[in-house]
Nanobody, 126 residues
């Protein structure tokens, strides 16, 4: 049974940093893309960042480029999202997701992701 478990969310002041973790288990993810998505209050879920487990190719939404960094630790089967220079508009529930990614690209479409974590709240106070 595939499980994605997020952690690391919390309350932080604008300009601060948080690191989210996503522990993956239940299958081999070497051919997968792992993604971070978020849903802000009153808005739809959106792609934030993704990484190919094999090779490490990454992709980011424009609004987080230069501030967020996605990475993975193969030995721990864990994906991270380092978030720096946080802004109030980054406030959202953040979700980890896994996509089989047969094309070998970093998909941004929600429907292409098969597995989802339960989410972790990130609140940035201004």
């Amino acid at each position: 049974q595939v499980q994605l478990v997020e952690s690391g969310g919390g309350l932080v002041q604008a300009g601060g940093s948080l690191r989210l973790s996503c522990a993956a288990s239940g299958r081999t993810f070497s051919s997968y893309t792992m993604g971070w998505f978020r849903r802000a209050p009153g808005k739809e879920r959106e792609f934030v960042a993704g990484i190919r487990w094999y090779g490490g190719r990454t992709k980011y939404r424009d609004s987080v480029k230069g501030r967020f960094t996605i990475s993975r630790d193969n030995a721990k089967n864990t994906v991270y999202l380092q978030m720096n220079s946080l802004k109030a508009e980054d406030t959202a529930v953040y979700y980890c997701a896994a996509n089989p990614d047969p094309l070998g690209i970093v998909e941004v479409t929600i429907s292409n992701y098969n597995y989802w974590g339960q989410g972790t709240q990130v609140t940035v106070s201004s």
